[in-house]
T-cell receptor, first 115, second 110 residues
Framework: DAGVTQSPTHLIKTRGQQVTLRCSPK?????VSWYQQALGQGPQFIFQ???????QRGNFPDRFSGHQFPNYSSELNVNALLLGDSALYLC??????????????FGPGTRLLVL | LAKTTQPISMDSYEGQEVNITCSHN???????ITWYQQFPSQGPRFIIQ???TKVTNEVASLFIPADRKSSTLSLPRVSLSDTAVYYC???????????FGSGTRLQVQP
């Protein structure tokens, strides 16, 4: 049973460029969340996708956008990259439940360096 | 927004019990509180989650008081491999955004 997978593992970009990160959820999961984790800090929630729509969003600018595909995989797009966007980007998947016990499982992350 | 507070770091020795507390206000009334373990350059790994009172699994226990303004992760008999950063994760009651605690760096020594 494959867990959450992310690609690429590492990426180097320059300021102003655009980047796309990809995530495949754990088998059986239908919800994908994205987080940004700067060095030495806790993960910060970017947004969550369910049924191909953005359902919740954290405090991130519109430069951060995403997409979820019919097979539940997801992409995170960041436009006009800034040096401060350098971070580990984490994808987490879960199975949407009607109760409060939805558990998120994380992938290994994509390390983005903006020069 | 939900505000969470955790001790920055803790030190322990192998075989001891470690308790890490996360203080959180403005969390969603009906959502679970979840704890994760993270090693350097890896994604967080699920440890345990609960709603109230006490939950126990094969690796940890979680204590949540009735007011749900805090939660305590208990690791029995830690080993060197438990050296990691531990995070609580809660959901904000307003915007429903998921909020990680600031993380507690646990160092286990022989």
């Amino acid at each position: 049973d494959a867990g959450v997978t992310q690609s690429p593992t590492h990426l180097i970009k320059t300021r102003g460029q655009q980047v796309t990160l990809r995530c495949s959820p754990k088998s059986g999961h239908d919800t994908v969340s994205w987080y940004q984790q700067a060095l030495g800090q806790g993960p910060q929630f970017i947004f969550q996708y369910y049924e191909e729509e953005e359902r919740q969003r954290g405090n991130f600018p519109d430069r951060f956008s995403g997409h979820q595909f019919p097979n539940y995989s997801s992409e995170l797009n960041v436009n006009a990259l800034l040096l401060g966007d350098s971070a580990l980007y984490l994808c987490a998947s879960s199975l949407r439940t009607s109760g409060p016990d939805e558990t998120q499982y994380f992938g290994p992350g994509t390390r983005l360096l903006v020069l | 927004l939900a505000k969470t507070t955790q001790p920055i770091s803790m030190d322990s020795y192998e075989g001891q019990e470690v308790n890490i507390t996360c203080s959180h206000n403005n969390i969603a009334t009906n959502d679970y509180i979840t704890w994760y373990q993270q090693f350097p350059s890896q994604g967080p790994r699920f440890i345990i989650q609960g709603y109230k009172t006490k939950v126990t699994n094969e690796v940890a226990s979680l204590f949540i008081p009735a007011d749900r303004k805090s939660s305590t992760l208990s690791l029995p008999r830690v080993s060197l491999s438990d050296t990691a950063v531990y995070y609580c994760l809660v959901r904000d009651t307003g915007r429903r955004a998921l909020t990680f605690g600031s993380g507690t760096r646990l160092q286990v020594q022989p």
